[in-house]
């Protein structure tokens, strides 16, 4: 009973963050992708003429076998039970927040601030990732789980610390390496023998784990072109990523994030420089060690990438490590903040607790925001020192004045700092062609989304209709892991004019083996006469009966 308070301000802590703010999306982003393949492996009929789901890049994850299990135990859809398992992940990492700022010395109230801001969540920019993902996806998992695997480490919990880093390897490997190779140091680090045995019991987890992927991957459902892990990157190749999947290559984005990351870094290295003296050996190593990793993977990514073209680093990502720099950083400066204001040093209170509240609404530090985002970091920091200074003087009212500040910042970055995360995709309009073509459109039917370029609305369509997409541009978002899909997607992306409407290229999609073509009201043809209409979009059918279209 003495948990349950604790376990109700972690439960009011992610829902508010997933509901208010950072909040959560569904098939705007990642899910896009996934769902249509999870659509796809539950039933093979659905979307087969659909070139995503031909090749699903889900062999080494149990995020697909997890998915499908849960909807046939539950009878609920996709969305429902990847969400719940969206809302139980953050719950863990927030708790692994929490358990990280107790760690560090910090009681339940002060602890659970630190984690309140940490839920805010910050953007990643150049790698592009989220601290805290909006959708269901495979990392938006794995994250937290890292975070309570090394807030469990924090508290000596090595054997539970593996069970939570190896389930979020499961989920997503690529996330999970610097955990892992932190945690690799520290059980060869010399230490007593009951504490280095401790430490190897965690190893136990990790190595179940990799034998039920290996062996998960073998079964793998539908898989009809294999990850080419060791091999080099064809100059062909390299140029279709570096248009579709930038963020894979750092010296796109290097030149403009890095300053920011080094920043955020000497931050969390000076934060952590003043708290050595309360972290344990094993936190030491892993709020020193992740980010370090994090810094190192940049480097390392360019060299294998861009210098020696091993085609195995597109699918990997590891420069996206600098998810725990951030993390890190913003962590570990949160807790000074708390720290010195609980002592009444108020100046380094507000500069400690500045950068903590800054990312949520401003996503560079070195990037002056406007001035009504600079009112409300200014107003948020000043409630954080005031609230935890009354909690160190045991004002009576100081519990109250902590959850009000704990909360604030859910409702204030979004309404007062007008920081919106996401594009409304969803819409009535959408609704309503989706629910159309799923009830009068042949299964097998492709459609066309010939105005479309970048807004993502055919992959909302694709997955609320169950209908085929001939091409868009989200569905390209997997040629840094299959070859032959994003050559197939080039060439696609390509005949359909990269989504710039041009009235003379109607004639030439029949033929493609495009059933339907959607455009935007204001794109509608005047000499043809439309099969479905609403006050957004206009539908023409542009061939007598669907056939099934391949790639191959």
């Known amino acids: 009973m003495k948990h349950l308070p604790l376990a109700a301000a972690i439960a009011v802590l992610t829902l508010l963050g997933f509901f208010q703010f950072p909040g959560h999306t569904w098939i705007q982003q990642d899910t896009q992708i996934y769902a249509a393949i999870l659509e796809h492996l539950r039933d093979p009929g659905v979307l087969r003429n659909d070139m995503l789901v031909e090749r699903p890049h ?7 076998e997890m998915a499908l299990a849960l909807r046939e135990w539950t009878g ?3 969305r429902e039970v990847l969400g719940a398992v969206q809302i ?24 659970l601030l630190v984690a309140a801001i940490l839920s805010l969540g ?11 993902e909006y959708e269901p996806a495979p990392r938006a998992f794995a994250v937290p789980l890292l975070f309570l695997a090394v807030g ?15 389930a979020a390897f499961l989920l997503h490997p690529p996330t999970v390496y610097p955990f892992w190779g932190v945690y690799f140091c520290l059980a ?37 072109e294999a990850q080419l892990f060791f091999h080099r990157l064809p100059e062909e190749q390299e140029q279709l990523q570096r248009l579709r999947a930038s963020y894979v290559w750092v010296s796109t984005w290097a030149r403009t994030w890095m300053p920011h990351y080094l920043a955020l870094a000497a931050i969390g290295a000076l934060a952590w420089w003043r708290l050595r003296a309360k972290m344990s050996l094993d936190l030491r190593f892993f709020l020193a060690g992740m980010p370090l990793v994090g810094l190192l993977s940049v480097p390392v990514s360019w060299l294998l990438l861009e210098r020696m073209k091993w085609a195995l680093i597109p699918q990997f990502q590891p420069a996206r490590a600098l998810l725990f720099v951030v993390t890190a950083a913003l962590l570990l400066a949160a807790v000074a903040g708390v720290r010195a204001a609980a002592q009444g040093r108020w100046p380094a209170a507000l500069l400690w607790l500045a950068p903590p509240y800054l ?15 600079i009112a409300v970091v200014a107003g948020l920091v000043a409630l954080a020192v005031c609230a935890v200074r009354a909690d160190a003087l045991k004002r009576r009212w100081a519990p109250a004045l902590l959850a009000v500040t704990a909360l604030a910042g859910f409702f204030a970055v979004p309404t007062l700092g007008r920081v919106r995360n996401y594009p409304r995709l969803h819409t009535p309009e959408l609704a309503a062609l989706s629910a159309w073509a799923r009830a009068e459109t042949h299964q097998d039917a492709v459609f066309l989304f010939a105005d479309s370029r970048y807004d993502g609305v055919p992959g909302v369509f694709r997955t609320e209709a169950l209908r085929a997409i001939y091409v868009d541009w989200k569905g390209g978002g997997q040629v840094n892991y299959l070859r032959q899909l994003g050559e197939e997607w080039w060439k696609r992306w390509q005949a359909a004019n990269q989504g710039r409407f041009r009235t003379w290229n109607v004639s030439r ?6 059933d339907y073509m959607v455009l935007r009201r204001e794109n509608r043809l005047e000499n043809r006469v439309p099969v479905y209409e609403n006050p957004e979009y206009v539908v023409y059918k542009l061939r007598a009966s669907p056939m099934l279209v391949s790639s191959h």
């Open 88 to 111: 139980l992940t953050r719950a863990l990492g927030i708790w692994g927040l929490y358990l990280v700022a107790t760690a560090l010395g910090l009681a339940v109230g002060p602890a």
């Open 359 to 373: 990312l949520p609404v401003n996503t560079r530090l070195l990037e002056v925001p406007s001035w009504n985002r």
């Open 152 to 166: 469990l480490v924090a508290h000596g919990r090595h054997a539970w610390a593996g069970v939570a880093g190896a």
């Open 76 to 78: 609920l859809g996709f």
């Open 188 to 224: 060869l680090w010399p230490s007593r023998p009951e504490a280095m045995r401790r430490r190897l019991y965690a190893l136990v987890p990790l190595l179940a784990a990799s034998l039920l992927l290996l062996a998960a991957s073998r079964q793998q459902a539908g898989a009809s």
């Open 509 to 514: 999609y029949g033929p493609l083996g495009i």
């Open 122 to 132: 910050a953007v990643v920019g150049g790698p592009t990732v989220l601290t805290f």
């Open 58 to 64: 889900v062999s080494f994850t149990v995020y697909d």
